[in-house]
C-alpha cells in the first residue's frame, strides 16, 4: 500500500517537461487488469519467457509445445499485454515481466504466469514496459516473497503485491517522450548485439574450415603458403601432454580457480562473487599453473560438450571434477582454439559414457588423455591459425564492450530519467 508520498520527481527532464508538475504515483492495480480468458479448445501461439529477452514461442525455447491437458487452462493475452512470470533467475530473482510484441495473440501457462493489460488511455504501454525491464518491480515485491518456492518453481508471491506496487507517472506526453528516448537506445543495442552474432558467426565458419572435418585429417581451407607443405598429424593427447595430478594436501593454497565458458580461467570469486568451497576441501583439489589447460566437464549452452581454457592468471587450485593437463613442450596458441572447434567437440562426445549425468559430461581420465589431436606438422601454420583466429577474438571483445557500454549507459539513463523506487515507495 502507499504510504504519504503522493508525488516524485525524477533527477533528468526534457527541456519542454521541465515546468510541469511532480509525477503522481499511482497502483499498478488502478491501471491495469488481470487477464482471466482461457485457451479452451481454440488454437493459439504458445509462449514462455526467457529472463531479460521476453515472451518466446515454446517451439523456439523448447523445441516443441508442451501444454498438453493443460492447454484448456492457458491465458489468452493479446498484443501489449503483460506477463509476469513468477519463477526466480539470476538476472530476475523476484521474477520477470515481459510484453508480447510479435504476436497479435498468445496464450501461457496459468500455473506461473500472472497476465495483465493496461486500461487507462492515459498511460504509454512502452513507457510500463521500460520499468519493468529495469527489474522495478522486483525492488518492490522482494519484501512480499516467503522463503522457497513452489515444487514446479514458482515464486511464493500473492498477486494483490504486484497489483498494490507504486509506479510514478508524468503525462502521457512525457511517458510517450521518454519510451521513445529508450526504443531508439534500445535498437542501438539491438543493432550492436547483431554485429556481435555476426562476429561470433564468423569465427564459428572459420573454424569449421580452418580445422579438419570429422573423418578428414586435413582441413578444407588452408593458407596458400602452407598448401604445398607437408600434411597434418594425428596423435593422442597423451604423447604430447601430461595429466597433472598434484593436489593442495596441505591446504596452502587457497586461491580457487574456476574455468566458464564464457570468460576461461578466472578466480572463483570473482565469477561467484563468493567462495563456494569450503576450507576443509581444499586439500583435494588440483595445482595449477600458468600455462596449465583446465577442462570444465559441466556442459551449457555456450559449451555443449565443457570449456578448456588456458590458465593465464597465475598459480592456484581447481576443483577435483576438473581435468588439469599441461603440454611437454612449449606449444603455439593453436591448441586454444582447437579445444573449441567441432572436430573435437564431436570426439568428447564420442569418448564419454552413455550414462552420462546431464549437466557433464562423463569421461575417465583415461579417455580424455587417449584423445585425438590433430594438427599441423608446420608450428608456422599453426601460428598462422591461431592468428588469424585470434584476430576475430580481438574484434568480439571490442564488440562485446561496445555492446556492454550501451547497456550501462541505457541503466544510468533510466536511472536519471526515472524516480528512483526508494522515493517512490516511501
Request: aromatic share 10%; glycine share 6%.
Amino acid at each position: 500500500m502507499l504510504m504519504n508520498r503522493k508525488n516524485a520527481l525524477p533527477k533528468y527532464r526534457f527541456p519542454e517537461f521541465a515546468n510541469n508538475s511532480e509525477w503522481s504515483i499511482d497502483t499498478l492495480g488502478s491501471f491495469s487488469d488481470p487477464i482471466k480468458k482461457r485457451a479452451g479448445t481454440t488454437k493459439y501461439t504458445l509462449m514462455s519467457v526467457t529472463s531479460g529477452i521476453g515472451l518466446v514461442t515454446q517451439i523456439e525455447k523448447f523445441g516443441r509445445e508442451i501444454a498438453g491437458s493443460a492447454y484448456k487452462n492457458y491465458i489468452v493475452i493479446e498484443k501489449n499485454d503483460f506477463a509476469y512470470n513468477k519463477s526466480a533467475t539470476k538476472l530476475f530473482p523476484e521474477g520477470y515481466v515481459a510484453k508480447l510484441n510479435d504476436h497479435d495473440e498468445a496464450a501461457l501457462p496459468n500455473s506461473i504466469f500472472t497476465c495483465f493489460r493496461i486500461t487507462d488511455e492515459q498511460i504509454c504501454v512502452n513507457f510500463i514496459d521500460h520499468i519493468f525491464q529495469s527489474n522495478y518491480h522486483g525492488s518492490w515485491l522482494r519484501q512480499f516473497i516467503t522463503v522457497g518456492a513452489r515444487a514446479h518453481g514458482s515464486l511464493n508471491i500473492d498477486d494483490k503485491h504486484l497489483w498494490e506496487m507504486p509506479v510514478a507517472l508524468p503525462s502521457i506526453e512525457e511517458q510517450q517522450k521518454i519510451a521513445d528516448c529508450l526504443n531508439s537506445l534500445d535498437g542501438l543495442i539491438a543493432a550492436e548485439g547483431e554485429k556481435l552474432a555476426l562476429l561470433k558467426t564468423h569465427k564459428k565458419g572459420l573454424m569449421q574450415k580452418l580445422f579438419p572435418a570429422e573423418g578428414k585429417t586435413t582441413p578444407e581451407w588452408r593458407f596458400p603458403e602452407f598448401r604445398d607443405r607437408c600434411d597434418w598429424r594425428k596423435s593422442k593427447l597423451s604423447s604430447l601432454a601430461t595429466k597433472v595430478t598434484a593436489k593442495n594436501h596441505d591446504g596452502r593454497i587457497n586461491r580457487v580457480l574456476t574455468n566458464s565458458a564464457v570468460g576461461g580461467i578466472v578466480e572463483q570469486s570473482d565469477f561467484f562473487d563468493r567462495k563456494i568451497v569450503s576450507q576443509s576441501n581444499l586439500k583435494n583439489y588440483f595445482i595449477v599453473d600458468c600455462e596449465h589447460y583446465v577442462y570444465n566437464p559441466r556442459i551449457s549452452v555456450t559449451a555443449p560438450v565443457g570449456p578448456i581454457s588456458k590458465n593465464k592468471i597465475g598459480a592456484g587450485i581447481v576443483s577435483p571434477l576438473y581435468t588439469v593437463f599441461k603440454f611437454d613442450v612449449a606449444q603455439s596458441d593453436y591448441f586454444e582454439h582447437y579445444f573449441k572447434s567441432s572436430i573435437w567437440h564431436g570426439y568428447i562426445r564420442e569418448a564419454s559414457n552413455t550414462g552420462a549425468r546431464h549437466d557433464r559430461i562423463s569421461i575417465s581420465n583415461e579417455n580424455f588423455m587417449n584423445m585425438p589431436i590433430i594438427f599441423p606438422s608446420s608450428f608456422e601454420e599453426q601460428q598462422k591459425i591461431s592468428d588469424c583466429l585470434s584476430s576475430v577474438d580481438d574484434k568480439v571483445i571490442v564488440q562485446t564492450e561496445k555492446l556492454e557500454t550501451l547497456k550501462h549507459h541505457k541503466k544510468g539513463l533510466m536511472q536519471g530519467l526515472f524516480p528512483s523506487a526508494q522515493e517512490v515507495f516511501e
